[in-house]
């Protein structure tokens, strides 16, 4: 058990992996992003959660921005993740029931990275796989296991940035 604690730490000094993920369509009800490795910015995926509310882009949910519980977006910024037990089906297929949980995100609890296919599926969450019709991701479930393994269940960096050409 204190094994396990000690893999899933690198403290903050340390080179950890950085995955950029580019947020590329906001709607009413959801936005898309596509997920970047840092170090030579490869396409990894992509992924759908809530609507962003943070319309300022600064990272925060300020004064004049209203939080809905289960139906907003992460607001921009860069987050550690390490990888937490789940009693989430995925649980079950990833290993030690292990999948990633964000750390440092104002006003927010328990945001994980998991498979969904829509927004409805996300209460806040980021759903991996691939976006090939408006709302909705495909392969979510073998997507997220493959993001797993490339991150070999141990920390890394999550920097969420809006480039929202469409709006």
Known sequence: MLMRHILNYIPFHLPAPKIIMRRTHSREKYCISHLFDAKNNEYICDA????????????KIDQH???????TAIPCGKYYVTFAK????IGKKARHGCIPLL?????FTFIRIHP????????????LGYNREPGRIEDSENTCL?????????PFWLIINDDLSDE
């Open 116 to 127: 969904g296919l829509t927004e409805k599926n996300s209460e806040g969450c980021i759903l």
């Open 48 to 59: 759908i959660e809530d609507t962003i509310r943070d319309t300022n882009h600064n990272g």
């Open 65 to 71: 921005e209203t939080k809905v519980y289960g139906e």
């Open 103 to 107: 750390h440092g995100v104002d006003s």
């Open 146 to 154: 493959k993001f797993y393994e490339r991150m070999r269940y141990r």
């Open 86 to 89: 789940t009693k989430l089906k």
